[in-house]
C-alpha cells in the first residue's frame, strides 16, 4: 500500500476509516459526493482506485456494496507518516522537527505524549547500545 494518494482521496479514507461499520456506496456518495460537490459516477470511481490500491475492502450485503478501511486508521495514518519522512523529506527528521519548534500550534496533551514518545525513544536507544 505504498501508493500515493491525493488530498480528497485522503478525506474519502478518513471518513471511511472513522465509521464504526462499514459504509455503503450510497451513504459515501452522500456524505462526501454531496459536500465536495462530486458525481456520484466519481466517487464511485474514486473507491474502486483507493480499493485497488489496497485501501479500501468490499464487501456485499444484500446486494449493496459497502467499503471498510483495509487497516485500522493508526495504522493507516502512520503509513502516511513513514511515505512522507522516507520520499518527501529523504528519511529526515530534521525539517519535521523544525516545523513543530517553529510552526506547529502543539496543545498540552500534544506536548505530553510528544515527551513520552520521546522517552520511549531514549529508552529503547538506550537498550540497544546495551546489547
Known amino acids: ?3 500515493s494518494l491525493g488530498a480528497q482521496e485522503l478525506e474519502l479514507i478518513r471518513l471511511i476509516s472513522d ?5 455503503s456506496a450510497r451513504e459515501i456518495v ?5 459536500s465536495h460537490g462530486l458525481a456520484r459516477t466519481t466517487v464511485l470511481t474514486m473507491l474502486e ?7 479500501l475492502v468490499r464487501t456485499e ?3 449493496i456494496y459497502h467499503y471498510a478501511s483495509h487497516v485500522p486508521k493508526g495504522e493507516f495514518l502512520q503509513g502516511i507518516v513513514r511515505n512522507f519522512v522516507e520520499k518527501t523529506l529523504e528519511g529526515s ?3 519535521f522537527m523544525a516545523y513543530l519548534t517553529q510552526e506547529a500550534k502543539i ?3 500534544d506536548l505530553a505524549e510528544l515527551k513520552q ?3 520511549d525513544l531514549e529508552q529503547q536507544h538506550s537498550e540497544r547500545k546495551d546489547k
Not at 465509521?19 to 459504509?23: E, G, K, N, R
Not at 482506485?49 to 485501501?55: A, E, I, N, V
Open 1 to 3: 500500500m505504498q501508493s
Open 19 to 23: 465509521s464504526q461499520t462499514p459504509l
Open 30 to 34: 452522500k456524505l462526501f459526493g454531496e
Open 49 to 55: 482506485r483507493l480499493r485497488k490500491k489496497g485501501f
Open 61 to 63: 450485503m444484500e446486494g
Open 93 to 95: 527528521l530534521s525539517p
Open 107 to 109: 496543545s498540552d496533551s
Open 117 to 119: 514518545l520521546i522517552a
